[in-house]
C-alpha cells in the first residue's frame, strides 16, 4: 500500500461523502462544483493517487469538467478535451478496459491503449451514471507510478461509491438549471 493512502473504511469513507451531501443541499451550481471538487480531493486523497477527474462525454469527445490534482501536478486542466474514442475513459464505459489497473505497462494490450503525455501507472475508472439511466461520463483517477496494493473491496468500491455522489450532484446541478 502506498505510504500516502489514508486507511478509511468504506463506512468511514460513506460519512465523508455524506457530510458533502448535507453541505449541498439547497445550494447553488457553483457549491455543486466545488462539492465535486472536494469529492474528487477526497478520492484522490484516499486512494493515493497523482490525479483525479472527472470526465464528460459530449459530441465524440471526453471533456475534462473537474480535475484534482496533487500538488504540482497538474497534467490535465479543466475544459481539456480530446476525442472519446482515443480515451481511457470510452475504453471503460465500453468494457474494453477494467475500472482497476495496477500498473496499465503490464495490460496485454498496452500498444493498443491511447498515448498520453505523462505515466499513467495505476488507473481507476468508473461510469457516473445519471437518474435517467444516462452515462455522463467517467470518475478517473491514476497515479504515475503502478500500484499492485490497489483492490477491488476496497478501492474500486470507493470509487464507485463516489462516482454515485457525484452522480447526484450533477443531477442536481442539471435540475437547478432548469428551475432557473
Do not use: W
Request: aromatic share 4%; glycine share 6%.
Amino acid at each position: 500500500m502506498s505510504d500516502r493512502q489514508v486507511h478509511l473504511t468504506v463506512d468511514e469513507f460513506d460519512r465523508q461523502l455524506s457530510r458533502l451531501a448535507v453541505a449541498t443541499v439547497d445550494q447553488i451550481d457553483p457549491q455543486i462544483d466545488r462539492s465535486v471538487n472536494d469529492v474528487l480531493r477526497l478520492v484522490r486523497e484516499i486512494l493515493g493517487m497523482d490525479v483525479a477527474f472527472v470526465s464528460h462525454m459530449t459530441e465524440g469527445r471526453r471533456v475534462f469538467r473537474n480535475v484534482q490534482p496533487e500538488d504540482g501536478k497538474q497534467v490535465i486542466a479543466p475544459g481539456g478535451s480530446d476525442p472519446l474514442e482515443l480515451s481511457f475513459c470510452q475504453r471503460v464505459v465500453d468494457g474494453r478496459l477494467p475500472q482497476l489497473v495496477h500498473d496499465v505497462a503490464k495490460l496485454p494490450d498496452v500498444a493498443e491503449l491511447p498515448a498520453t503525455p505523462f505515466p499513467v501507472g495505476a488507473h481507476l475508472s468508473t461510469p457516473i451514471m445519471l437518474k435517467d439511466g444516462s452515462v455522463y461520463g467517467t470518475l478517473c483517477c491514476f497515479s504515475f507510478a503502478p500500484d499492485e496494493s490497489l483492490t477491488v473491496e476496497r478501492d474500486l468500491k470507493r470509487l464507485q461509491m463516489a462516482a454515485r455522489f457525484t452522480g447526484r450532484l450533477i443531477d442536481q446541478a442539471k435540475a437547478g438549471a432548469l428551475g432557473a
